[in-house]
């Protein structure tokens, strides 16, 4: 390096260069405007773009109306599976016909409809949160003989801990509500609005988090982390990471066979 180009760092960042706070997720940054990206878009960069691609042979459980879908469709191939039709889902509207997708609609776990050995990436986000417990471990059983080994998976479940401390630290979460409070305070005659307009919010479960494994509409089943993580070992699987942390709300898991 030329020695002019050493001593225009001189004195440059009197303390050393501080950017930010990296183990925050949502630390201040001179990044500014672009400093947060869309969870979903960080679950696509970490789990879709690095592992998919035209030789991937992709199969997505609960596909819905294709939002996640439509990030795959560089595969070669992409089965999903889902218990309502594309009718129901707008699957066809939305997604098209592109003859890479194959679409099941499917009644049970069995995965009887799957060719064995054949598919090298798993993905599901939003669905099984939906499937009791022991539904989850039915589907990751009879998925186990499906997936070629080395094939890299991903799914999201729902882990009523990891929600209710969100929940808890949603104060420091919520970059909208927290940088509009440190907005206001910066401004002497908004100063004092700053707790009025923006009060502290209260805790709550708006998705009524129930313990029990009764069915009803939508609603939401525990697996937990550790619990799921060790039922995928008790399948066959090798768990990578256990939880992602793409999302401050759900943990996102990724394992092979």
């Known amino acids: 390096m030329p020695r002019a180009d050493v001593e225009s760092f001189r004195g440059l960042w009197p303390g050393g260069y501080q950017e930010g706070f990296p183990l925050d997720p949502v630390s201040e940054s001179s990044y500014g405007p672009f400093s947060y990206m869309s969870v979903l878009h960080v679950a696509y960069l970490a789990c879709i773009r690095p592992h998919v691609g035209p030789d991937t042979i992709a199969l997505e459980i609960g596909p819905g109306r294709g939002c ?11 089965w999903c599976l889902d218990v309502l039709s594309q009718e129901e889902t707008g699957f ?8 890479n997708v194959r679409y099941i609609q499917v009644d049970d776990f069995l995965c009887r409809d799957l ?13 099984l949160c939906h499937i ?10 009879n998925l186990f003989p499906k997936l070629r080994a080395g094939a890299q998976a ?23 509500r927290r940088g509009m409070r440190a907005w206001m305070k910066r401004r002497f005659l908004l100063r004092p609005l700053a707790g009025l307009l923006l009060p502290s919010r209260p805790l709550a479960d708006p998705l009524e988090l129930r313990e029990d494994e009764s069915p009803s509409p939508g609603r939401w089943y525990h697996a937990g982390t550790a619990r799921t993580c060790r039922m995928l070992e008790e399948c066959g699987y090798r768990v990578l990471v256990e939880d992602l942390g793409v999302n401050h709300r759900d943990p996102v898991i990724h394992f092979t066979k």
């Open 154 to 176: 991903f799914i999201m479940v729902a882990d009523f801990d990891k929600y209710r401390r969100a929940l808890r630290d949603v104060e420091r979460l919520d970059v909208v």
């Open 68 to 78: 996640w879908t439509r990030t795959l469709l560089g595969a070669r191939e992409i």
């Open 92 to 99: 066809s509207e939305y997604i098209g016909r592109p003859p």
């Open 132 to 141: 009791p417990f022991e539904g989850v471990r039915a589907y990751l059983r």
């Open 115 to 127: 060719p064995d050995d054949h598919f090298t990436y798993l993905f599901s986000y939003g669905c």
